[in-house]
């Protein structure tokens, strides 16, 4: 068109772009439910005017109006399927918005170096209007996603479901220059800010893959590792995570896959910290009345850690698979009794208010766990071979139909052939024998 354009607006599948120096509006893209404005609703591949009696500011009524009115554009608007505009009568001589020269008032804060400098110079307790000003960024879920952004190139702009757009560097140093032990007072704003507002307000379904950004970067606020606000940052968090729908989970798994190992182990470690913390608690005493609310927490950080080990195993090893292991998980829970009230729920089925098993999620178990988690399984298996090897015996008195089967695995050798008997035994065995206890014959003389 090669005219200067100064205001653009988008929708759903629809674009709206002012031209200051005709007042026209034009548009393009889907335009089934007339969001274009050109009276009909035709799809448009390029510009096309919006109908409407347009002039441009202080431009003067062409003669021949014939006693129409018309219009100077304010300010356009689109969203969704829709589209609309601001405008003054010829009379007012208010001028356009120029949307090239942002005002800073009508912006939303970000979290960024001048932000975090102007909080650092408050020196003392918060003024009331220093008080707002950190609520007001950590509170919304837009001020979050808009900061930290990969400004270089203006990357962000290709935020996608493989792209975040966000830089980690940048949300890692300045979340920690603005958490300091220094200044108590800007971290309990943040903290309170975070547990009382944003978190809470975080849906499982989202209207766009920006607005995950801050999925991403909150883990690298230092106040989330904060054992003191496990409860009421961390855990909350984790559960907002867990609650996604499965169209944007599947996009932080792809942003979580595309991190760098140190920041993909961050939050590993993070809520590996937070299963250790409540396992100490549990070991400590948990009283019946928050007994519900303890599994509910335990359950909703075991199932962060298992998308995060689904992300690095489909990842092809982000980080070692033993960065996974909680290895005091063996001194803080009885792992043989564990493995059985998992093995009961999988032949019964999970019933309300049973408790956490760890063994439903075998990848945070060392190699001490599992050889115990084996050796209790081997053990389990047996007595269930013999228990049926009975309940068969049992039932041939009665039913001639069942034979009797002995509820050992007996093998009887020559001691000129140990080997080779004891061979031909194992081939003709069942595989339900191989799990009974095992019996041998006194070797017989040749």
């Known amino acids: 068109m090669g005219s200067t354009v100064t205001q653009i607006a988008c929708g759903r599948q629809h674009t709206s772009a002012f031209v200051p120096s005709t007042g026209r509006i034009y548009s393009f893209g889907l335009g089934g439910n007339g969001q274009l404005g050109t009276g009909s609703t035709s799809n448009?591949?390029?510009?096309?005017?919006?109908?409407?009696?347009?002039?441009?500011?202080?431009?003067?009524?062409?003669?021949?109006?014939?006693?129409?009115?018309?219009?100077?554009?304010?300010?356009?608007?689109?969203?969704?399927?829709?589209?609309?505009?601001?405008?003054?009568?010829?009379?007012?001589?208010?001028?356009?918005?120029?949307f090239r020269c942002p005002?800073?008032?009508?912006?939303?804060?970000?979290?960024?170096?001048?932000?975090?400098?102007?909080?650092?110079?408050?020196?003392?307790?918060?003024?009331?209007?220093?008080?707002?000003?950190?609520?007001?960024a950590f509170s919304s879920t837009s001020c979050l996603n808009g900061s930290f952004l990969a400004i270089s190139n203006d990357d962000h702009y290709r935020t996608s479901a493989r792209y975040s757009g966000?830089?980690?560097?940048?949300?890692?140093?300045?979340?920690?220059?603005?958490?300091?032990?220094?200044?108590?007072?800007?971290?309990?704003?943040?903290?309170?800010?975070?547990?009382?507002?944003?978190?809470?307000?975080?849906?499982?379904?989202?209207?766009?893959?920006?607005?995950?950004?801050?999925?991403?970067?909150?883990?690298e606020c230092p106040l989330m590792s904060d054992s003191?606000?496990?409860?009421?940052?961390?855990?909350?968090?984790a559960a907002a995570i867990v609650n996604l729908e499965k169209a944007p989970l599947k996009v932080l798994e792809n942003w979580w896959s595309l991190l760098e190992p140190p920041l993909f182990l961050k939050v590993v470690e993070l809520y590996k910290d937070v299963v250790v913390h409540l396992l100490k608690l549990n070991k400590l005493g948990i009283p019946p009345s928050e007994q519900?609310?303890?599994?509910?927490?335990?359950?909703t950080a075991l199932k962060v850690l298992e998308i995060l080990h689904r992300v690095n195993e489909k990842g092809g090893q982000i980080i070692q698979y033993d960065k996974f292991y909680i290895h005091e998980v063996q001194d803080m829970i009885d792992?043989?009794?564990?493995?059985?009230?998992?093995?009961?729920?999988?032949?019964?089925g999970m019933l309300a208010d049973m408790p956490v098993t760890i063994c439903t999620y075998p990848f945070v178990f060392d190699a001490q766990a599992k050889t115990t988690l084996l050796q209790t399984d081997a053990l389990l298996q047996m007595q269930v071979a013999v228990d049926q090897a009975h309940r068969q015996n049992f039932s041939s008195i009665f039913l001639p139909v069942f034979e009797s089967v002995n509820p050992c695995l007996i093998l009887i050798v020559?001691?000129?052939?140990?080997?080779?008997?004891?061979?031909?035994?194992?081939?003709?065995?069942?595989?339900?024998?191989?799990?009974?206890p095992l019996k041998g014959k006194k070797l017989l003389m040749p």
């Open 166 to 219: 966000i830089d980690m560097t940048a949300a890692r140093l300045l979340f920690h220059k603005l958490i300091q032990p220094e200044y108590p007072h800007i971290s309990q704003q943040v903290a309170a800010s975070l547990e009382k507002n944003l978190i809470p307000k975080l849906t499982s379904s989202l209207p766009d893959v920006e607005a995950l950004r801050l999925f991403l970067t909150l883990p």
């Open 228 to 237: 003191n606000n496990y409860m009421t940052l961390a855990i909350p968090f």
């Open 103 to 136: 005002n800073p008032s009508k912006q939303i804060w970000t979290v960024n170096d001048a932000f975090v400098q102007r909080l650092l110079n408050c020196s003392g307790r918060l003024s009331v209007e220093t008080a707002n000003e950190i609520d007001g």
């Open 292 to 299: 519900r609310i303890f599994t509910s927490c335990l359950h």
């Open 414 to 436: 020559r001691r000129e052939n140990i080997v080779g008997d004891a061979m031909e035994v194992l081939r003709k065995t069942k595989n339900i024998d191989y799990k009974k």
């Open 335 to 348: 792992i043989r009794n564990d493995y059985i009230s998992w093995f009961q729920q999988q032949a019964y």
């Open 44 to 98: 448009r591949k390029s510009p096309f005017p919006v109908k409407g009696n347009w002039l441009p500011h202080g431009g003067q009524i062409p003669p021949d109006s014939d006693g129409e009115e018309y219009y100077c554009v304010k300010k356009i608007f689109s969203g969704g399927d829709q589209s609309f505009s601001h405008y003054f009568t010829p009379e007012d001589l208010l001028p356009a918005d120029d």
